[in-house]
């Protein structure tokens, strides 16, 4: 009969570790919305924003998704569509001078 609680060696998380995980994303939400709201941010909101939604993503779907323990040819599935998407909105917010630099 398997135990309730999974051992060292079996590689899945234990809820300790999602607990840590929730809290971690719960600062960077909290850290999100402050930026938000903080007016000395304003120049930098976008890429602070993106920075932070994706080290979220990476955490979800390191941990909750369980990508950690599959195979490497689905953290390529998963993060070769994130830096796509994120070279195509930097590349947007250059276009659209979000990004002014010096000035």
Same mark, same amino acid.
């Given at each position: 009969?398997?135990?309730?609680?999974?051992?060292?060696?079996?590689?899945?998380?234990?809820?300790?570790?999602?607990?840590?995980?929730?809290?971690?994303?719960?600062?960077?939400?909290?850290?999100e919305v402050g930026?938000?709201?903080?007016?000395? =941010?304003?120049?930098?909101?976008?890429?602070? $924003? /993106?920075?932070? #939604? *994706?080290?979220?993503?990476? !955490?979800?779907?390191? @941990?909750?998704?369980?990508?950690?323990?599959?195979?490497?040819? =689905?953290?390529?599935?998963?993060?070769?569509? $994130? /830096?796509?998407? #994120? *070279?195509?909105?930097?590349? !947007?917010l250059f276009l @659209?001078?979000?990004f002014v630099l010096?000035?």
């Amino acid at each position: 009969m398997e135990s309730a609680t999974h051992t060292e060696g079996s590689g899945h998380p234990t809820a300790g570790t999602y607990l840590r995980v929730f809290a971690v994303l719960f600062v960077i939400t909290v850290v999100e919305v402050g930026v938000f709201y903080v007016p000395a =941010f304003k120049p930098l909101l976008a890429p602070v $924003l /993106l920075t932070l #939604s *994706a080290a979220k993503f990476a !955490l979800v779907v390191m @941990f909750y998704m369980h990508l950690k323990q599959d195979s490497k040819f =689905f953290t390529f599935v998963f993060g070769g569509p $994130l /830096l796509l998407a #994120s *070279a195509v909105m930097i590349g !947007l917010l250059f276009l @659209f001078g979000v990004f002014v630099l010096g000035g």
